[in-house]
């Protein structure tokens, strides 16, 4: 299977990064001009492709593959 890193878009690094540094989906909707059902769709395609349940396991494995 080819590694999460390399499926993830430009946006969605983006939104990752935002989120390993506390900010709420609220605030990255502000942040990035975009509607908050927006974020929340960005955060649920995330926790797919890291096959995670929780945001702590997306930065869990982030942090092991080195994404962040």
């Not at 999460?4 to 909707?29: D, H, V, Y």
């Not at 990035?32 to 869990?60: H, M, Q």
Request: proline share 4%; aromatic share 4%; with cysteine.
């Amino acid at each position: 299977m080819e590694p999460a890193k390399l499926r993830l878009s430009a946006k969605e690094l983006l939104i990752l990064k935002l989120i390993s540094e506390g900010r709420t989906s609220p605030q990255i909707a502000e942040e990035l001009c975009l509607s908050l059902p927006t974020i929340k769709w960005y955060r649920k395609r995330i926790r797919a492709k890291f096959d995670a349940s929780t945001t702590v396991e997306v930065i869990r494995k982030a942090i092991e593959q080195g994404i962040i």
